[in-house]
Structure formats: C-alpha cells, structure tokens
C-alpha cells in the first residue's frame, strides 16, 4: 500500500484536504462498524494502513489536523499516563446537606452572609446530582479542543481524546462564545452498564461494581479506542471559562446550554422557597427508581449569578450551592474483628473488619468505629449511643455508605450476638512500635506516643507528603513510599529529594529494584527535581501536622509570605507571651488549637531538625497573593469594625481576602487599614491612636472598584 501512495509531502494541500476528507469517512465508517456495531468491515491491518496515511498527511499539512478527527480519536492518547491540565477557573465540589434542616441552615447561610432579610426574594435551582464524574469541556471559536477530568480540582487530566468519542458531547457548537467551558457529569445508564458487564464476563474481563465506576473507567482509558466501545453518556449543568456570560441566572444559562446541542437534566426547576425545595427534592427521591441512571441527591444552586458571584468560593466548595443527599444505603453483616490503624499523627483508629457485604452497589469489607468510646456506645460527651449498646467482635452489624465517606456502622443486632463475647478491650500500646499510647483529657482519640520512631505514623507521614494536595510527586505513591521506608532508602520528607543522589547510582539503584527500571526511575528522579521549587503552602500542608490542613496551611502561607518569615514566627511563638504568638491566634481562621499544635511540632527538637532538613533542600516560593494583580489591597491586614451597611461582616471578609488581603479581628501596628462603620468603638479608637488609616464603608467600596 505504502508503495503505492504518493509521499504526503509532495502532494498540494488541496489534494492532501480532498484525500483526507476521504480516509476519514473510511476511518469513521469502520469506527461505528467496530465499536458501535460490534461488527468490523475491514481488518484490523487495513484498518491500521487508513490511520497511519491520515496521520502522514496530516503531519504534513498541519493546518488540515483538527481535534475531532479520528486520527486524534483512537489511540492517540499519550503513552504513559495522561498529560495534566490546569483549570482555568478551578473545580470545586459541593458541600452536603443530609436532612431538612440543613438545607434551611443553608439557605439562612446564604441569605446572612448577603446581609438579605427574611423577606427578600432569593431563588434556587434543584437539580439532581448525577453520580458519574465531572468533566469540563473547552470550546474554542466553536469547537471542542480540550476535555479535562477534575483531578484535584485544580489540576486534571487531558482527556480530550476520549471525549470527542462520547456521543453527548458536541464537537462543534453553532454561536456559542468565544470561549466556553462547558462543565457537567459523565456517566453511563443502567441498561448500558448491565450489557457493558456482561460483555466483560464473556470475554473474561473485570467486571464493573457500579455504573460511576464504569464511567470512571471507561473515560479514563489511555487508549481511546476502549473509550469510544463504551456507552457513556454527559449532562451538562455548568460552565468554567467563558468569554461572554452565557445569562443571567443558573436556570437561564443551563437553557442556553441546552440551545447549544448539550443534554441537560429535565428534573431541573426553579424554587421560591425552603419547602419549594424539599417538594422538588421529594419528587425527585420519588422517581429515583425510575430513572435510568444513579443520582445520590439533589443539588440546590442560588440561581441569581450576580448573587453567586458575591457569594464566591470557600477552599473547595462554593457558597452558593448544596448538594442535599439521599439517606445513605444499609445492610447488615457480621463484624469479623477490629483491627488498629496508626496515623500520621499517633492516632490510633479502630477498623471494623466486616464480611463483605454489598451496600447500594458497592461491596463493603471495612468500616470505621472511630475511636474507643464509640465501641463501648458512648459519645464525646459521656451520652449513650445505640441505647448505650457497645460493639463486639462477632456481633451483627448494620452498615451505610453517606456519599463517598468510609462505611460506618448504624447499629448492632443484640437478639444475635455469641454468647460467649466479650467487651472489645481498645489497646493502650501501639500495635506498630509498641509505645505506650495515651488518651490526653478532653481527646477522644488514643495516641501512640513514639512519635518519630514509630514506623506507622513516619510511613503515614511520608504517604501525606507525597499525596496530591501536598508535594504530589508522580510516580511515588503510598506503594512506593511504604516500600522505600521499609528498606531504610527514605525515613523522613528530606530523604526524598537525596533520592537520586544515594540510589540514582552505585551498588544499590532505583532502577534495580523490583517494580522498578531504567526509565521509571529517571521519571521519578525528574518527577523529584521538579517539586524543589514549591509553594510556600503546599510545604506547610505537607509536614503534616495536626490541626493544619489545606485550608490553614493558606492562612498560614498568606499571612507570613515566606518560609523564613512563618519559621522564625512559630519559633518566636514558643513563648507564650510573645507577640508572634498574639499574631498567630490573631490569624482569622487560625485558632489556638491549631497554633498549639503547630509551635508544639516545631518546638520537638528532632522534628524541627527533620523539618529543616527538608527546606534545606527546597526552594520555597513565597505565596503571591490570590487574584491580587492590581489589587489595591492585596498583602495588606485589614480590620473591619462596626456595622456594615451594603452587605455583611462575613461578605466583606470574602470579597477581601479574594483580593489578597488578610483580615485580622483586632487592630495592632500591623494593621493596614481600618473600615469602620457606625457604631465603631475601641478598635476605631485604637488605630486612631497608632495612626492607622480609617475609612468608612463606601470609601472602601470604592478603593476595590465596588462602589
Ligand atoms: P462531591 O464530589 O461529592 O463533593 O460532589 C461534587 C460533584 O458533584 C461535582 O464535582 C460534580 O461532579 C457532581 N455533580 C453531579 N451532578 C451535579 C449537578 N447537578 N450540579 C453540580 N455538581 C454535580
């Protein structure tokens, strides 16, 4: 054949056009025939020879390749891995409500944080939450040119080949904006799943455990061509990036999306009111049974977009939205022992070993018991739970799955317990090292006390720092961390990054070892190299230390700007009686627990030692401010004091801190700015004495472009 065909490069490009337009109706054709119809026309050879030419020509004439053509659709996905892509506009996840009262909770939320009053309209959409995966797609000029998973919200994966293979999903938009971000679930129907599983049987393949699962799987396929043989299916029901609002309101823009050839949820209303909004989630539950595909609840959204948008965003989950859950699934089945997981932080954490039992789809063989008192029945206040009843190994037990949370365990069937068991007795030495583990006063959780000698809490450190909200080193996962640990080549963060000077040559390498070779180690070496240059936060997030998540690892990052800065102040702080310390406790959103737990790290000389190590090695990046470009504020304290008239205390602080500033509770010389509004008293007096500038509420509107 290849004889035959004239070389790519010889030919004009209007030849080169009209031949390609021509392999690709072949290529297409025998596409639908193999994955659609189960049924091929051509051989597999041929079928090869059809590509490998459309892919010549295209190469040669670049401005023929586009994103939908099929040489792009099957088995041109990387080869190893997907590439990343970063989120133009972030992905969030959605808080959870589980009863009525919580979602009135929310919707007094939203109506105290716009400072609106009890009588004041405010409108919501309800729509089902579909249980797939997100996916948001990118169009340019009208066409699709990037699908990216969520990933960890910022960053996903590129899966724009294996999109263009989804029916539902337009390659092509007719007068749509510039740049539209299209955001919605992917997922696959109950009848598609049934057939996909039992194809899977006959061949001899692993079957799926749910449809989100096949979705998951079918869509993150490194070979397209698997993508394409899959049913899946997209609802749209949001937007990232666009160029020009798609309307006014949530309802209106999802119609707009429907207009531009997406599928949308019929099961979408508009609600008035609290009760509106529990009728539809009702309707909704009610025909649950019906539809043909999973949905775990109903999502409610403020559906004025003016609104969301002054509502904006916590770390991860907007404040203009819920998602309300349906009552978590059950089943019963015998606890088969307890065993004790050691964490990061010394925590000893019961496990209930169960016999695998299927809830709402999923086959359950673990479940959390929490900590000591929840076994013996009682809670953190003394108070009997399950009438007091303890929990026994042996005992049949009641099981739920709440959304993707871990199993937990409802409630204990006394009428069949064994007669013979007894009370489970909770360790008071830690199963890992042996140390003493202890219950502190007012701490519900027992503690292993060998700190860094324990092998469990330095490995589950380790898994910490590596996992995706921290260092997220690819390629060095929990597998990987845990061998390296136990064979001594990494015992602390700091041995990560002289990974490749100990073991990148000499007697004793990387590539030798098992699981491992030549390229996967250098991968991983590169994958190192290319976390010493990190952000301040990530690194504070990464020590691990209790109390300080993500979102306090921001405030922290925020508030001292560079490594140095937050180091010096946490060691300063060691002294109770400093003014870093008043500074620390003084960081809104950072209370003493969190600081305790934070200079008490630090003031553990073997920890600070392991600590330094690691920024030794390190070039830490200082923390710009968020979407602070031309930000009159960004970097700066400020303090609000008083009443606020034109929106709330809570809104005000929102709309700061997007800006870049941080908000402080009381004035000190650190203060920028004071706003004050009427009624002012101490704090207004106290800037006036150091000199601080004041403003009131409308000058501050008006200093960020707001008035
Ligand atoms: P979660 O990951 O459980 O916090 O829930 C957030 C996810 O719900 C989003 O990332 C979406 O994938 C999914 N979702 C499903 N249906 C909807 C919907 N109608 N509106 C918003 N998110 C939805």
Redesign the pocket.
């Known amino acids: 054949m290849a004889e035959a065909q004239t070389e790519a490069r010889e030919l004009t490009e209007a030849d080169a056009a009209a031949e390609l337009a021509d392999l690709r109706a072949q290529i297409e054709r025998a596409n639908e025939a193999y994955h659609r119809q189960d049924a091929p026309e051509i051989s597999d050879a041929e079928y090869d020879a059809l590509k490998a030419r459309a892919m010549a020509l295209e190469e040669a004439f670049p401005a023929l390749a586009t994103p939908e053509s099929p040489t792009r659709q099957v088995g041109a996905a990387p080869a190893e891995g997907f590439a990343k892509i970063r989120h133009r506009v972030r992905?969030y996840?959605?808080a959870n409500a589980f009863d009525d009262a919580e979602v009135a909770d929310f919707v007094r939320s939203v109506r105290a944080f716009l400072g609106l009053a009890e009588e004041a309209p405010l409108a919501f959409t309800a729509?089902?939450?579909?249980d797939g995966?997100?996916l948001s797609l990118r169009y340019e000029h009208g066409r699709l040119v990037q699908a990216a998973t969520?990933g960890d919200g910022q960053e996903g994966e590129n899966v724009t080949a294996n999109a263009l293979t989804v029916d539902d999903i337009p390659k092509r938009l007719e007068g749509a904006p510039e740049v539209l971000e299209v955001r919605g679930?992917v997922y696959m129907t109950h009848a598609d799943f049934a057939a996909l599983n039992a194809r899977q049987e006959a061949r001899g393949d692993k079957t799926f455990a749910n449809p989100r699962n096949a979705a998951a799987g079918s869509l993150r396929q490194l070979d397209a061509s698997i993508t394409a043989a899959r049913p899946l299916r997209f609802f749209a029901?949001?937007w990232g990036e666009v160029s020009k609002p798609l309307a006014d309101t949530q309802l209106a823009s999802i119609q707009r999306l429907k207009a531009l050839g997406f599928q949308t949820?019929p099961l979408t209303a508009r609600c008035a009111t609290v009760p509106e909004m529990l009728d539809h989630y009702a309707a909704v539950e009610q025909q649950r049974a019906t539809l043909d595909y999973d949905i775990d609840g109903v999502?409610y959204k403020v559906d004025d977009l003016a609104l969301q948008g002054r509502l904006g965003y916590r770390s991860t989950t907007p404040r203009w939205a819920i998602?309300h859950k349906f009552p978590a699934e059950t089943a019963w089945t015998r606890l088969e022992a307890i065993d004790i997981q050691v964490g990061r932080t010394g925590a000893l954490s019961p496990v209930a070993r169960l016999t695998p039992v299927t809830v709402g789809g999923v086959v359950v063989s673990n479940a959390t018991l929490h900590n000591e008192d929840y076994i013996a029945g009682r809670d953190a206040k003394g108070q009997p739970i399950r009438e007091g009843h303890d929990i026994r190994v042996g005992d049949w037990v009641q099981v739920y799955r709440a959304?993707?949370v871990i199993p937990k365990i409802a409630g204990v069937d006394l009428k069949n317990r064994p007669q013979d068991s007894e009370p489970y007795q909770f360790p008071t030495h830690c199963p890992a090292c042996g140390s003493e583990a202890i219950r502190e006063e007012g701490d519900a959780v027992r503690r292993c006390t060998g700190g860094l000698i324990c092998p469990a809490q330095a490995v589950e450190k380790l898994k910490h720092f590596v996992s995706r909200a921290a260092f997220d080193i690819e390629g060095l996962g929990a597998k990987q961390v845990e061998a390296l640990y136990a064979d001594g080549w990494i015992r602390e963060p700091a041995d990560i990054f002289d990974l490749e000077a100990n073991y990148g040559s000499g007697p004793r390498q990387l590539k030798n070892r098992e699981g491992w070779g030549d390229k996967s180690a250098k991968n991983l070496f590169q994958a190192i190299e290319d976390k010493r240059e990190i952000e301040l936060n990530r690194v504070i997030f990464a020590l691990g230390i209790r109390h300080i998540g993500e979102s306090a690892a921001q405030l922290l990052a925020r508030h001292y700007g560079t490594w140095e800065a937050f180091r010096a102040a946490v060691h300063e702080a060691e002294d109770r009686e400093s003014a870093a310390w008043a500074e620390l406790i003084d960081i809104d959103g950072i209370g003493a627990v969190m600081a305790e737990s934070l200079v008490t790290a630090f003031a553990q000389e073997r920890e600070r030692a392991s600590i330094d190590r690691l920024a030794e090695r390190l070039t830490i990046t200082d923390v710009a401010a968020p979407s602070a470009e031309g930000s009159p504020v960004a970097g700066k304290t400020l303090v609000f004091t008083g009443t606020l008239e034109r929106m709330s205390r809570a809104e005000a602080k929102a709309r700061a801190e997007a800006l870049g500033a941080r908000v402080s509770g009381s004035v000190s010389a650190r203060t920028d700015l004071v706003i004050a509004g009427p009624g002012a008293g101490s704090k207004a007096k106290k800037a006036a004495e150091l000199g601080i500038e004041t403003i009131d509420e409308d000058a501050w509107l008006r200093l960020i472009g707001q008035g």
């Open positions: 992905m996840s959605l729509e089902p939450k579909i995966l997100s969520r679930e029901y949001a949820n999502v998602a959304g993707d």
